[in-house]
């Protein structure tokens, strides 16, 4: 008996087949690392990329509710544009897509002091998207493990954020040169007046809100730039203003020091059939040579002209830009469709209209010229938001910031049947509520946009609004 | 050791099978990230004259370790969308796809390229900002 065991322990023959043994199981082991480990690290990365996608595209339909349908849309189930076949087994998870709100003091700590806002009809300002996919194993079946789960998480705040991506756009700015802009404004600061007018006020938001645009191609530049327009324009700006003039010659006398005064009897026109000129409204055509090197370019911009008196421009703080002569009195469904009708062939750039004005159109026969039918000197207001509500349908995103505007009807819209405020007309101008801003000077206030007040803030605002959405770290997501 | 000699080759074609393998896997997380960021480029390029190539040059600097030049990238707009989009001109709203191809590499010592035909795809499809 001693001498078998003697022998098989000093036998070398087959001792290869346990070494294979013990090594193929190591190598099983490693196989399982390799190919099981390797799979479930690409479907994780394949479910990231497809919740990003789906809450980006959620955030682009915010503020309207149905964000997180759109966001579900673009998922990784078997229903969503992102589903692969290599992944069948994805399902979102914990009730998402969700729209939810960033606070303003979470978007602080990323260093974002102006974003958008909660109080809208989606009731959020960011998208989240949970995903979850069983990744079934090959080798690792053998060491009982049937599958690996992997999660991806991804929560993107909606376009409206400082310091995002600019995208193109075209965009015309309305102002009101009625005379009611003439009034001071004590409220309103940062303008580099001691004494500012409203249109003081406005000129200056409308320089904020031209220092927060792009206007060229980010890549290529400008290029060629010819009457203003650049060869590669990425965020053109255009200038309307009411009331209108009575020829396009007069569009001279809003930018260039007010060397000539423009009165009733002297360029400016009397209001008519809102889709016939005159009157002119357009001050300044789309234009994209607004900023050089960064700063506003008030040596050869129109449009810089029109609201600054610095930087190469010879007009003084005093005496500079647009005009607001009045004695017309305040119609601007016209001016609205004369802006709409700027964007005629334009391709895929987005289109925008911000209106700035206190709302009250009022305007009665005796403003529009002879003939004029009384369809039109009848109901101003809701001219205007059909107007308004007519460049939405056509695509355009329509942006008002009501200035001084009146909740009380009498004062306000005196034409309109029903009774209608200029509060309220400027807040249905608007495509939603969350592209209606209010000074709040006379209690008119913005339910989406209640903590911007200024015309600096608003404008400013306003202008991150033609920027990216935003990917936000998931860490701020408090379900 | 005959039976040493006889196992050791398929030892180690198990084990640069498995290198390879890894390798593999590693090129699909690489290609599926860089699918990512060349559509993420893709859906914030509207307007921008050189958007397709913008995203395949995003693509390639996001494939890091792999050869740009076997990457195939193809940007599809679905018939679906509301507009006619093409690369120059991008309309808010519709959406693009963005795939890329990569050839698969599974050379063996010995045995050759066992899976020639494989080809690695990833795709991502978002919405155009």
Same mark, same amino acid.
């Given at each position: 008996?001693?001498?078998?065991?003697?022998?098989?322990?000093?036998?070398?023959?087959?001792?290869?087949?346990?070494?294979?043994c013990?090594?193929?199981?190591?190598?099983?082991?490693l196989?399982?690392?390799?190919?099981?480990?390797?799979?479930?690290?690409?479907?994780q990365?394949?479910?990231?990329?497809?919740?990003?996608?789906?809450?980006?595209?959620?955030a682009?339909?915010?503020?309207?509710?149905?964000?997180a349908?759109?966001?579900?849309?673009?998922?990784?189930?078997?229903?969503?544009?992102?589903?692969?076949?290599?992944?069948?087994?994805?399902?979102?998870?914990?009730?998402?897509?969700?729209?939810?709100?960033?606070?303003?003091?979470?978007?602080?700590?990323?260093?974002?002091?102006?974003?958008?806002?909660?109080?809208?009809?989606?009731?959020?300002?960011?998208?989240?998207?949970?995903?979850?996919?069983?990744?079934?194993?090959f080798?690792?079946?053998?060491?009982?493990?049937?599958?690996?789960?992997?999660?991806?998480?991804?929560?993107?705040?909606?376009?409206?954020?400082?310091?995002?991506?600019?995208?193109?756009?075209?965009?015309?700015?309305?102002?009101d040169?009625?005379?009611s802009?003439t009034?001071?404004?004590?409220?309103?600061?940062?303008?580099?007046?001691?004494n500012?007018?409203?249109?003081?006020?406005?000129?200056?938001?409308a320089?904020?809100?031209? *220092?927060?645009?792009?206007?060229?191609?980010?890549?290529?530049?400008?290029?060629?730039?010819t009457?203003?327009?650049?060869?590669?324009?990425?965020?053109?700006?255009?200038?309307?203003?009411?009331?209108?003039?009575?020829?396009?010659?007069?569009?001279?006398?809003?930018?260039?020091?007010?060397?000539?005064?423009?009165?009733t009897?002297?360029?400016?026109?009397?209001?008519?059939?809102?889709?016939?000129?005159?009157?002119?409204?357009?001050?300044?055509?789309?234009?994209?040579?607004?900023?050089s090197?960064?700063?506003?370019?008030g040596?050869?911009?129109?449009?810089?002209?029109?609201v600054d008196?610095?930087?190469?421009?010879?007009?003084?703080?005093?005496?500079?830009?647009?005009?607001?002569?009045?004695?017309?009195?305040?119609?601007?469904?016209?001016?609205?469709?004369?802006?709409?009708?700027?964007?005629?062939?334009?391709?895929?750039?987005?289109?925008?209209?911000?209106?700035?004005?206190?709302?009250?159109?009022?305007?009665?026969?005796?403003?529009?010229?002879s003939?004029?039918?009384?369809?039109?000197?009848?109901?101003?207001?809701?001219?205007?938001?059909?107007?308004?509500?007519?460049a939405?349908?056509?695509?355009?995103?329509?942006?008002?910031?009501?200035?001084? *505007?009146?909740t009380?009807?009498?004062d *306000?819209?005196?034409?309109?049947?029903?009774?209608?405020?200029?509060?309220?007309?400027?807040?249905?101008?608007?495509?939603?509520l969350?592209?209606?801003?209010?000074?709040?000077?006379?209690?008119?206030?913005?339910?989406?946009?209640?903590n911007?007040?200024?015309?600096n803030?608003?404008?400013?605002?306003?202008?991150?609004?033609?920027?990216?959405?935003?990917?936000?770290?998931?860490s701020?997501?408090?379900? | 050791?005959?039976?040493?000699a006889?196992?050791?080759?398929?030892?180690?074609?198990?084990?640069?099978?498995?290198?390879?393998?890894? &390798?593999l896997?590693?090129?699909?997380?690489?290609?599926?990230?860089?699918v990512?960021?060349?559509?993420? &480029?893709?859906?914030?390029?509207?307007?921008?004259?050189?958007?397709?190539?913008?995203?395949?040059?995003?693509?390639?600097n996001?494939?890091?370790?792999?050869?740009?030049?076997?990457?195939?990238?193809?940007?599809?707009?679905?018939?679906?969308?509301?507009?006619?989009?093409?690369?120059?001109?991008?309309?808010?709203?519709?959406?693009?796809?963005?795939?890329? &191809?990569?050839?698969?590499?599974l050379?063996?010592?010995f045995l050759?390229?066992?899976?020639?035909?494989?080809?690695? &795809?990833?795709?991502t499809?978002?919405?155009?900002?």
């Open positions: 008996m001693n001498s078998q065991l003697r022998r098989l322990y000093h036998e070398q023959e087959g001792q290869a087949l346990f070494m294979m013990a090594l193929l199981v190591v190598l099983l082991g196989s399982a690392l390799s190919i099981d480990l390797g799979f479930a690290l690409h479907a990365r394949e479910l990231q990329a497809s919740a990003d996608a789906a809450a980006t595209a959620g682009l339909a915010l503020p309207y509710a149905t964000a349908a759109t966001a579900k849309s673009f998922d990784g189930e078997p229903t969503g544009l992102n589903y692969k076949a290599d992944l069948p087994s994805v399902t979102v998870l914990n009730g998402t897509p969700a729209v939810t709100c960033i606070s303003a003091t979470q978007l602080a700590t990323l260093g974002i002091t102006v974003g958008p806002t909660c109080t809208n009809a989606a009731g959020g300002n960011a998208v989240v998207v949970q995903e979850q996919a069983i990744v079934p194993t080798f690792a079946k053998l060491l009982g493990v049937q599958s690996i789960k992997v999660n991806a998480n991804s929560l993107v705040l909606e376009k409206g954020s400082e310091g995002a991506a600019p995208e193109p756009v075209n965009i015309m700015l309305i102002v040169t009625t005379h802009m009034n001071g404004d004590s409220n309103c600061t940062g303008t580099g007046i001691s500012p007018t409203r249109e003081d006020c406005a000129k200056a938001g320089r904020t809100l031209l *220092s927060e645009l792009q206007p060229c191609d980010p890549i290529k530049g400008c290029g060629t730039i009457n203003g327009v650049a060869q590669y324009a990425y965020q053109s700006v255009g200038l309307a203003v009411f009331p209108g003039l009575t020829a396009t010659s007069y569009d001279v006398d809003e930018y260039n020091c007010q060397a000539t005064g423009l009165s009897s002297n360029g400016i026109s009397l209001y008519s059939n809102p889709t016939t000129a005159p009157p002119y409204y357009t001050v300044v055509p789309p234009a994209s040579d607004y900023l090197s960064g700063n506003l370019n040596g050869s911009s129109n449009l810089v002209k029109a008196w610095a930087n190469g421009n010879d007009c003084s703080s005093s005496k500079y830009g647009l005009q607001d002569p009045g004695g017309a009195g305040t119609y601007y469904a016209g001016v609205i469709n004369e802006a709409q009708s700027k964007f005629a062939g334009s391709t895929g750039a987005e289109n925008a209209i911000i209106l700035l004005s206190d709302g009250a159109a009022n305007a009665t026969q005796s403003d529009f010229v003939g004029t039918s009384s369809t039109y000197y009848t109901n101003d207001c809701h001219q205007a938001i059909s107007a308004g509500q007519a939405t349908n056509a695509g355009t995103l329509v942006y008002t910031v009501a200035y001084g *505007s009146s009380s009807p009498s *306000s819209c005196t034409t309109d049947s029903p009774a209608i405020s200029g509060c309220t007309t400027m807040s249905e101008i608007a495509s939603n969350s592209m209606f801003y209010s000074d709040d000077a006379d209690g008119c206030q913005s339910t989406d946009n209640p911007l007040t200024s015309l803030q608003i404008f400013a605002a306003i202008g991150y609004n033609f920027q990216s959405t935003r990917v936000l770290p998931f701020l997501y408090t379900p | 050791m005959f039976e040493m006889m196992l050791t080759p398929l030892m180690v074609m198990l084990l640069v099978g498995i290198i390879k393998t890894g &390798t896997f590693y090129n699909y997380i690489t290609l599926a990230d860089a990512a960021v060349g559509a993420r &480029t893709l859906a914030t390029s509207r307007g921008v004259s050189t958007a397709c190539s913008s995203a395949e040059t995003a693509l390639d996001a494939a890091l370790n792999l050869n740009t030049s076997l990457i195939t990238p193809t940007i599809t707009f679905p018939s679906t969308n509301t507009h006619s989009d093409s690369c120059t001109t991008m309309y808010p709203g519709d959406t693009v796809e963005l795939q890329a &191809t990569y050839p698969c590499d050379s063996i010592p050759g390229n066992v899976w020639p035909s494989c080809t690695l &795809t990833s795709e499809t978002v919405r155009i900002e």
